[in-house]
Nanobody, 120 residues
Framework: VQLQASGGGLVQAGGSLRLSCAAS????????MGWYRQAPGKQRELVAT???????NYADSAKGRFTISRDNAKNTVYLQMNSLEPEDTAVYYC???????????????WGKGTQVTVSS
């Protein structure tokens, strides 16, 4: 399973960005998809997740500003980020918990990350 993220970039504080991540390859099903981020010198942290039924989970820092959504038919997850702050600057990683075959176990897959930089 390969995850390809896009949509990162440089934006001023208060601006918006929309991240996309498409899963491809041999996929039987995807349970949870989500976004994590890692700022310089910090550990990777959860931003938001969404399961196949549409239930979502957000970090406190993302609530009210970010919206995660998913297109199951396209195996794609999105993250709409509004009211961005310099503290949101990080590399954003896409994650999928997926199984490749009906008999497989669910496993974690990660994309390479996309840089989001918010200037003050």
């Amino acid at each position: 399973v390969q995850l390809q993220a896009s949509g990162g970039g440089l934006v001023q504080a208060g601006g918006s960005l929309r991240l996309s991540c498409a899963a491809s390859g041999r996929i039987f099903s995807i349970n949870v998809m989500g976004w994590y981020r890692q700022a310089p010198g910090k550990q990777r942290e959860l931003v938001a997740t969404i399961n196949s039924g549409g239930s979502t989970n957000y970090a406190d820092s993302a609530k009210g500003r970010f919206t995660i959504s998913r297109d199951n038919a396209k195996n794609t997850v999105y993250l709409q980020m509004n009211s961005l702050e310099p503290e949101d600057t990080a590399v954003y990683y896409c994650n999928a918990v997926a199984k490749r075959y009906i008999a497989s176990l669910y496993e974690d897959y990660w994309g390479k990350g996309t840089q989001v930089t918010v200037s003050s």
